[in-house]
């Protein structure tokens, strides 16, 4: 075969893509810690780090001569052996580095064909183990949370039940039927996405509808996106760390203690990392590790309300604006086009200048700004989606207009808001960091990315890592919502294979 149907197989082979993929990352980390491992102002290794960089450093080899056995399959027989397949056994084993880009292509390895249950419960029972891992870091704390021990028990039970989960996925569903009997496991699986990890909840929703497309073969259309959504690599890494940061906020009411990240203790000032401040601690003794988990609440919350604000109202007056036109439209968006006129992070300024900082105003302040851009993005889906057939066929009938525009037009305009909205996420989320800094969004004394960064700003040629950290808790979660944006705008297009 010639060069250029080589690279046409190689791009249809997701296990290539993704193998290729995670063998960048995993070189890119080791030589991350290969760098990290030798402390030069003391001229001294760090025998922890080193042999952490050896371990990855291990199966990055792996990893790459696995990668190469793929590349020889799919170019020689299309499809990969199943000894190739078999080696995604032994990659599980690099969980015990952390490197979950490295699990998460070893679960895909395996299984041949990856029904999204499937893929939901693989980054389920991932998700559950990194939060008991990280909650355990607390046993080397000087002491732990009231309910850590409760809490560490309820995590561990949630986590053997996942893998009994993972297990039944791969053997009793498929691309189009589920076994009627897992209908048992749905209402356990919502009440344990009660702990924070919601692909226990989307692995719920989906087997209800999966069994019940048995019976009501209409019911396509979730799996079909989904199935766009899981074949996408970097769409379901975003979504798990979204998803993670999201289930150890909820995790942290039983295993952290709020006081390790607001006390003062002045005998551990600014410790360099070490098991017992896994990320050091700062100019008043408290500990980052917890500071940064209970600062994602705080950047979560902000975030995801001052977007499903202005997704709300600027979306109900796009809608009344596109459907009823002339004059109602000038009115809506002649005023709108007033806020337009003042930049979003000046308008979020002036208002918590005016009314003081907390976390409310921070919320309103950044909602305000944003509720031209939604109410302009539904405006623009609601007169395209206004002149098609069926929604003449119901005036037609003798529907009414709250009806037509409500039953009709606005569920089939929501697509490219739900892909705006989860894109805009990350600049809610940097919007209120940055404000943080500026000693304009979150109260001082509470642990918020922001606040955590304006004091590890003033310690970067002494302690750069107090910077470092939460500079790189905003850079994650903001990408993981830009990539999760992507592979939703991928799959709601009708023209995207």
């Known amino acids: 075969m010639n060069k250029t149907t080589n690279n046409r197989l190689l791009k249809m082979s997701s296990e290539y893509k993704q193998a290729s993929f995670t063998t960048i990352i995993s070189f890119l980390l080791t030589l991350v810690l290969a760098l990290n491992s030798f402390g030069f102002g003391t ?72 029904t999204p249950e499937y893929v939901f419960a693989v980054y389920m029972v991932m998700v559950q183990l990194f939060i008991v891992a990280v909650s355990a870091l607390n046993l080397f704390k000087p002491y ?14 949630v986590a053997f039940f996942y893998l009994i989960v993972l297990v039944l996925m791969a053997r009793f569903v498929d691309e189009h039927a589920a076994d009627k009997r897992l209908i048992w496991i749905a209402i356990p699986l919502i009440l344990t996405a ?13 087997l209800l509808l999966k069994i019940r497309r048995q019976k009501q073969p209409g019911i396509s259309q979730w799996n079909l996106i989904w199935t766009k959504i899981t074949r996408n690599t970097t769409a379901m890494l975003g979504m798990f760390f979204i998803v993670f940061v999201f289930a150890i906020s909820v995790s942290s009411y039983l ?82 086009d007033i806020l337009y006129a003042v930049p979003g992070i000046l308008l979020a300024i002036a ?40 929604v003449d066929s119901a005036r037609a009938l003798g529907s009414g207009d709250m009806e037509i525009l409500f039953k009709h037009i606005v569920p089939n305009s929501l697509a490219p ?38 004091i590890g700003s003033t310690y970067l040629e002494s302690h750069s890592y107090l910077a470092i950290f939460p500079g790189l808790a905003i850079i994650a979660l903001v990408l993981s919502f830009n990539f999760l944006g992507d592979g939703l705008r991928d799959a709601l297009d009708p023209k995207m294979d």
């Not at 760090?46 to 990668?67: C, E, G, N, S």
């Not at 009660?194 to 989906?206: D, E, K, P, R």
């Not at 008043?284 to 940064?292: E, L």
């Open 255 to 336: 295993t952290f203690d709020y006081d390790l990240a607001i006390a003062n203790n002045f005998a551990v000032l600014l410790q360099p990392p070490s098991l017992a401040y896994p990320l050091g601690t700062d100019d008043f003794g408290r500990d980052m590790f917890s500071r940064i988990v209970f600062g994602a609440r705080i950047s979560l919350i902000v975030g995801v309300l001052s977007t499903a604000i202005p997704f709300i109202v600027g979306g109900m007056l796009g809608a009344l604006s596109g459907y009823y036109g002339r004059r109602t439209d000038n009115v809506i968006m002649r005023l709108l």
């Open 43 to 114: 001229q001294a290794a760090k025998p922890a780090v080193l042999a952490v960089t050896i371990a990855y450093a291990a199966f990055t080899v792996l990893q790459l001569w696995i990668t190469r056995r793929i590349r020889h399959d799919v170019l020689t027989a299309d499809t990969l052996q199943k000894s190739t397949r078999r080696f995604g056994w032994v990659l599980l084993l690099s969980g015990l580095t952390a490197n979950f880009f490295m699990v998460s292509f070893a679960f895909n390895l395996i299984k041949t064909k990856k």
């Open 417 to 454: 808001m739900i892909v705006k909205a989860t894109l805009t996420i990350g600049g809610a989320v940097i919007a209120t960091s940055s404000l943080s800094y500026l000693g304009l969004g979150v109260e001082p004394h509470i642990p918020e990315w922001g606040n955590i960064l304006k």
């Open 144 to 157: 732990v949370a009231d309910l850590f021990p409760l809490g560490m028990l309820v995590l561990l039970s």
């Open 194 to 206: 009660a702990t924070g990890n919601l692909f226990a909840l989307l692995l719920s929703v989906s």
């Open 351 to 390: 208002i918590i200048a005016a009314f003081g900082a907390n976390t409310v105003n921070l919320i309103i302040a950044l909602s305000v700004g944003a509720i031209p851009t939604y109410a302009r993005t539904m405006r623009a889906n609601v007169l395209m989606v206004s002149n098609l057939e069926y």
